[in-house]
């Protein structure tokens, strides 16, 4: 079952900003090698899954502030 990034919990969205940052490193590493990507898509939307964790992260530490 596939759960929203924003049901995560704090610890959960850094440890999938931390392996999205991973992921995006090893495939621009290969691109650079090989000159060429399975799905050259894969770093774009990684690219914007990164975003997304970063917006409701900043967007809970807003709320927290506010409280």
Not at 5 to 31: C, G, M, N, P, W
Request: aromatic share 2%; hydrophobic share 35%.
């Amino acid at each position: 079952m596939k759960v929203k990034i924003s049901e995560l919990k704090d610890s959960e969205i850094v440890e999938q900003l931390s392996d999205a940052t991973k992921q995006v490193r090893e495939q621009r590493f290969q691109y650079a090698i090989a000159r060429s990507l399975e799905n050259p898509k894969i770093i774009r939307d990684l690219k914007k899954k990164i975003a997304r964790l970063k917006t409701i992260q900043r967007d809970r530490e807003i709320k927290k502030v506010k409280k």
